[in-house]
């Protein structure tokens, strides 16, 4: 578990780009120059940790291009306490970002490899969830809720009814959603089943899960 000098200089140039891209959220920037993400990956990607890439992880999964997790935090609008529910664990560095912000966080991961690994993971680096599930991210955790904000990790063919409603009022959901190629969108809940919607163009995830069983 080596975090060294030449890796916080490449995390500092990450920052560099992201910023770059125009990612402007003081503490979201601070998060990524913060979090040794050369950790959350697979030995043989060490060389390409500090790229503004996505690398594939365990169980045909991803860990996200940081410019894509700082792009997501940001439209969250994270606060100190927060009450926050994640879809898609995955590798665990969205986690740790929004850890680093100060949030109360919920995990919620499909893949029993990932979650294996990353439960044990997490705490190791610091990083203490309020609850990481094995389980159905398309259920939500409706004995959470309310949560003050939603964030789904994968590509989702379309918005889970549970998730919304699983919002408190003012709360915000970010999901990126379609099949192939998905667009970023946000949902500010106005009301007991008024949803304010807004879309932030295309990027590209890996497919949400759902429980066949």
Known sequence: MIDNFKHKGMRQQL??????KGITNESVLNAIGKIPRHLFMDSSFLDHAYQ?????????????????????TELLQVKKNDKILEIGTG????????????????????????????????PKLGYRT?????????????????????????GAPFVPNALLAQLRLGGR??????DNVQIMTLYIRRGEKEFEKTEFGEFRFVPLLEDKN
């Open 15 to 20: 920052v560099l780009a992201v910023k770059s």
């Open 130 to 154: 309020k609850k990481l599930i094995f389980g159905d991210g398309y259920k939500g955790l409706l004995t959470e809720a309310p949560f003050d904000s939603i964030i789904v990790t994968a």
């Open 91 to 122: 590798s665990g560095y969205q986690t740790a970002v929004l850890c680093e912000l100060g949030a109360k966080v919920y995990s919620i991961e499909r893949q029993q490899e990932l979650f294996k690994k990353t439960s044990k993971f997490l």
């Open 173 to 178: 959901l970010v999901i990126p959603v379609g």
């Open 52 to 72: 503004d890439k996505a690398f594939p992880i365990a169980a045909d999964q991803t860990i996200s291009q940081p410019y894509t997790v700082a792009f997501q």
